[in-house]
């Protein structure tokens, strides 16, 4: 990719270069967009980070206030800064959103806030992004809006009462928020656990579990269980390993457990919830509850509506291999086993966005077999 003409500001790398005219636009400014905007930046090319969020990070202002990591600050850092503090501890997430903000001061990346993308296309070789009111140009595009983009609930919410009170976990900061009496909280994931755990403080809560969980401890004979997960090379097992396979669709509880939730938190657990109907919601064995909130710890979907280009297989999943989409020079980041467990992670973000960076270094085109991936790896 050859560099375009210049005309004002700068990129991030201490030379002009045209608002609307990159070697590579990087969508979101979340740790996915900063770390893959650092090896750009290393590899001297001219490059912008658009996000339509006033902040960077926004992904986790939208946490709860008492969120704290299950990965220690050891393995939390982006590429070219340590993630400050001690390194055994747990941050929170204003530590995460305070770091992220020091990351783009400290490097200088070329992050405009406030620019939503509605539309990516093809124009000839390149791709034009719809960015506000302006279109962006670029020789290529790294789509790197995460995982957490729409809420998701389920249709039978709708049922509901309107004098229950209902909110998506995005919308939960601290017990504050919801009315006193009895909490149900749907879904088993680490959010659900940590939400029903911080609920119990001043409501009565029930926590309703749809699926098996994988309890891990948080340490392991006084280590952090991702420093055995790195000694024994668990972490970089790929998706298309036997463990893989394996793992990347089962919930995984990173320090909470059942029996802690009930015995430490009082939580009472309850099956899948199959319906909701006026103040009552009904559980999978058949009993029923009429609480006074609901917190739908249920998860996110995707949503690439804006990219007008053939990017999902059948069942509305992008199709790539680590990254690489089947378009050339679009390129996808910090999606969920996009190539290891680690691929969505603050700490292990990185090693897909070097990957990435380097192919765009490289001037490798998706529609060949991308630099360290056989020909023969499967989508995710």
């Excluded at 995005?170 to 939400?195: C, E, H, M, S, W």
């Excluded at 657990?269 to 064995?285: C, H, I, N, Q």
């Excluded at 089947?326 to 973000?349: C, E, K, M």
Aim: hydrophobic share 40%; proline share 6%.
């Amino acid at each position: 990719m050859e560099p375009r003409a210049a005309i004002s500001t700068h990129d991030g790398n201490g030379t002009p270069a045209n608002l609307d005219d990159y070697q590579v636009a990087v969508v979101g400014a979340g740790q996915a967009g900063l770390a893959v905007g650092y090896f750009l930046q290393q590899h001297g090319m001219r490059f912008v980070i658009v996000d339509g969020a006033d902040a960077v990070g926004s992904s986790w202002r939208s946490r709860w206030d008492s969120l704290r990591l299950f990965t220690s600050r050891r393995y939390d850092a982006l590429p070219g800064m340590d993630f400050p503090g001690d390194s055994s501890g747990y941050p929170s997430r204003d530590e995460v959103i305070a770091y992220l903000e020091t990351y783009v001061s400290h490097f200088e990346l070329p992050v405009q806030l406030n620019a939503p993308v509605r539309s990516l296309r093809r124009v000839g070789s390149r791709f034009s992004l719809e960015v506000g009111n302006r279109t962006v140009l670029a020789d290529a595009v790294v789509v790197a809006t995460g995982a957490f983009q729409l809420p998701a609930v389920p249709a039978f919410a709708d049922g509901m009462a309107p004098e229950v009170v209902q909110m998506h976990s995005a919308l939960y900061r601290n017990p504050g928020d919801v009315p006193p009496g009895d909490v149900v909280v749907v879904g088993g994931g680490n959010t659900g656990y940590q939400i029903a755990a911080d609920l119990s403080k001043s409501h009565s809560v029930q926590l309703a579990i749809g699926s098996r969980q994988m309890p891990l401890p948080q340490r392991i004979l006084g280590r952090d269980l991702f420093w055995w997960l790195t000694r024994f090379g668990l972490i970089d097992k790929t998706a298309d390993t036997r463990i893989g396979r394996r793992t990347r669709d089962r919930d995984t509880l990173i320090g909470s457990s059942p029996r802690k939730l009930q015995r430490t938190f009082g939580v009472e657990l309850k099956p899948r919830v199959t319906a909701a109907s006026g103040r009552t919601l009904t559980f999978a064995d058949g009993t029923t509850t009429t609480p006074d909130a609901v917190i739908w710890a249920t998860g996110y979907r995707s949503d690439y509506s804006w990219v007008d280009l053939p990017i999902l297989d059948d069942a509305g999943a992008v199709q790539h291999r680590r990254g690489v989409s089947n378009i050339p020079d679009l390129y996808f980041l910090g999606l969920p086993w996009q190539h290891t467990r680690g691929s969505a992670l603050l700490g292990w973000v990185k090693d897909d966005a070097e990957f990435l960076a380097d192919q765009l270094g490289a001037g490798v085109h998706a529609n060949t077999t991308p630099v360290g991936v056989p020909e023969a790896a499967p989508a995710t």
